[in-house]
């Protein structure tokens, strides 16, 4: 039925207004306790034997929505409803910006995918804030949120502005994501390289630490899916260094060549970060090789071209104690959580494993064995 209504609907719609009107449907069902109530019951079946202890939090299940898709942390109980484990807001800036110029979010139907260059468009660190603040929780629900260094601010002071928003948002934050890894703002990516990471995440973690007394709150980073092995192990020994809570894998990519790509070129070539299938095999061997490195100390989360069940199973055997998506959601509509949750169930019932942090990372003891 949804798939139905994507192509006679929103395929016909520009993306970001497409976005925008679901947005408001979400937002409109979670303000009706009856039909909030049924949606959940229906979009959201809780499995037991899914349940995960993460990050400090006890969460019904692995799946989680990534960073991007609620920029402003307005829809947290809608996707909650929907059946996401875990909501991760953002990314927020320290200060307010509309983003890139549009034409900046294009659909890549043939392939599964999105190209985007939204470039960080939020309300800034201190609305965001004052709204998780005055937040009433219709769905308890496990909240990251996101963080990224501002447009105009230069790289030299990227830190201080990576701290103002630390200072803003983390006692509203489960946990707390440095992305240094989107391809829309220009010199990000460039603090991905250790020189430049360590002191930014040490910054990051003393003004979280000053701002929070009552509670650790955990620190991740996500990484792009571009960088060579070598820096990723590089960023991987930097985690265990810092004691770093987390890794994120992966963010969106800026390559084309070698994807496969089955869409008009003239839109493959639009500039920005690909998400969705084709990141898949890329996005889980940086998952595999982060864990080959880390092991258990430190939790990973996969993302990147999970679109079913099995994609996600792939990511927890592979060392993900947690996963998200987003994409896929796009063309697979509200019935996508309950599909994975379901699957997964399925797979782990069927496996040598009893609980599902028994299977993270199962597939490195198969090789080490």
Not at 272 to 286: M, T, Y
Request: hydrophobic share 45%.
């Amino acid at each position: 039925m949804y798939r139905l209504f994507f192509h006679l609907i929103f395929k016909r719609m520009d993306p970001e207004q497409a976005h925008h009107l679901a947005f408001r449907w979400i937002q409109l069902a979670v303000r009706v306790p009856v039909l909030r109530t049924f949606l959940a019951a229906a979009l959201a079946p809780r499995y037991r034997e899914l349940r995960t202890e993460a990050l400090g939090r006890r969460m019904h299940g692995p799946f989680g929505l990534a960073a991007g898709f609620d920029k402003n942390a307005v829809a947290i109980d809608g996707m909650t409803m929907l059946g996401f484990d875990h909501v991760e807001i953002g990314t927020v800036t320290a200060q307010p910006q509309p983003g890139n110029p549009k034409k900046r979010l294009f659909r890549l139907v043939a392939d599964r995918a999105l190209i985007n260059r939204m470039g960080f468009n939020n309300d800034g660190s201190a609305s965001v804030a004052a709204r998780l603040a005055a937040r009433r929780a219709v769905f308890p629900a496990t909240v990251g949120v996101n963080i990224g260094k501002t447009k105009v601010v230069p790289e030299a002071e990227a830190t201080a502005d990576y701290v103002t928003s630390t200072e803003r948002l983390a006692r509203h934050a489960d946990y707390l994501v440095v992305n240094v890894s989107s391809p829309n703002t220009p010199g990000l990516r460039n603090l991905q390289a250790v020189d430049h990471l360590r002191p930014l995440l040490t910054a990051v973690r003393e003004a979280a630490d000053r701002t929070v007394t009552d509670r650790r709150v955990p620190l991740l980073v996500k990484i792009a899916p571009d960088l060579a092995d070598a820096d990723v192990d590089a960023v991987a020994d930097l985690a265990v260094e810092l004691g770093l809570d987390g890794i994120i894998a992966t963010n969106t990519t800026i390559a084309r060549e070698g994807l496969g790509l089955a869409s008009d070129p003239a839109l493959t070539a639009e500039t920005g970060g690909l998400s969705g299938a084709p990141v898949k095999e890329r996005s889980l061997e940086v998952l595999r090789r982060l864990y080959a490195r880390v092991g258990d100390r430190i939790t990973l989360i996969g993302v990147g071209g999970i679109e079913n069940a099995e994609d996600a199973w792939q990511r927890i055997l592979a060392g993900a104690t947690l996963v998200q998506g987003y994409s896929a959601f796009i063309y697979q509509g509200p019935f996508w959580c309950r599909a994975i949750h379901k699957g997964l169930a399925a797979r782990l019932r069927n496996s040598p494993y009893a609980t599902l942090a028994d299977a993270v990372g199962a597939e490195h003891q198969k090789v080490t064995a």
